[in-house]
């Protein structure tokens, strides 16, 4: 079983349409949560950070549920530019862990006119 | 400004060379990493410094050399590598360890 599991797609969605993406994570030493966007062939760039509280950053929604090991990131009014692939990102915490990160296998998302 | 550069860009490098591959950060950031990202998979974690020291290898070869010669910067030696190194090397930087990572461009590497 992996350690971050993410639904590959790829999600093929038209302008404006809301779109929501799920992951899972195994390890109990996890302790931040990020979410990370990568263009094709480009670095991966920090979406947001996740927390337990939930947090917003304009369009985009993350949550987080510990108990349930569940991550989500819910994209509304989605634009063309949105298209990319979607990681889902664990950072481990504790004595030789601290510093990881464990990613997902990446959702692609494909915004269409 | 959140901005961490790698150079070169792009290398070919042949089995027998010995190349390196540097990465520069100047947001006084404290922990610096180097992945391995192959195509349509997720980036791999190789190296982690904190505080220019060496804090994980996740048992990479010894074909490949970290070196962290000050708290900016992070070079990867590499030697004697094989053609299923070829990849795109990622440096990564943040704060300290376990907060929020930024990448770099990163290095296409062909081995030939």
């Known amino acids: 079983r992996k350690e971050v599991e993410q639904d590959p797609g790829p999600f093929n969605v038209p302008e404006g349409a809301t779109v929501a993406f799920n992951c899972t994570y195994s390890?109990?030493?996890?302790?931040?949560f990020f979410w990370y966007r990568q263009d094709c062939r480009k670095e991966p760039k920090l979406l947001m950070s996740v927390y337990s509280s939930g947090n917003e950053d304009g369009r985009f929604t993350a949550q987080l549920n510990r108990a349930s090991q569940y991550i989500s990131l819910l994209i509304r009014d989605s634009k063309l530019s949105d298209s990319a692939t979607y990681l889902c990102?664990?950072?481990?915490?504790?004595?030789?862990?601290?510093?990881?990160?464990?990613f997902g296998q990446g959702t692609t998302l494909q915004v269409k006119p | 400004d959140t901005e961490v550069t790698q150079t070169p860009k792009h290398l070919v490098m042949g089995m027998t060379n010995k190349k390196s591959l540097k990465c520069e950060q100047h947001?006084?950031?404290?922990?610096m990493y180097w992945y391995k990202q192959k195509a349509k998979k997720p980036p791999e974690l190789m190296f982690v410094?904190?505080?220019?020291?060496?804090?994980i290898n996740e048992s990479v070869p010894s074909r490949f050399s970290p070196e962290c010669p000050n708290s900016s910067l992070l070079n990867l030696h590499l030697h004697a590598l094989q053609p299923e190194d070829s990849a795109l090397y990622l440096c990564?930087?943040?704060?300290?360890?376990?907060?929020?990572?930024?990448f770099g461009p990163g290095t296409r590497l062909t081995v030939t």
């Open positions: 990102v664990v950072g481990l915490h504790g004595s030789s862990n601290t510093g990881k990160l464990i």
């Open positions: 390890n109990s030493a996890s302790q931040s």
């Open positions: 410094y904190s505080y220019e020291k060496l804090s």
């Open positions: 947001m006084g950031h404290r922990a």
């Open positions: 990564a930087s943040s704060q300290v360890l376990g907060r929020e990572q930024y």
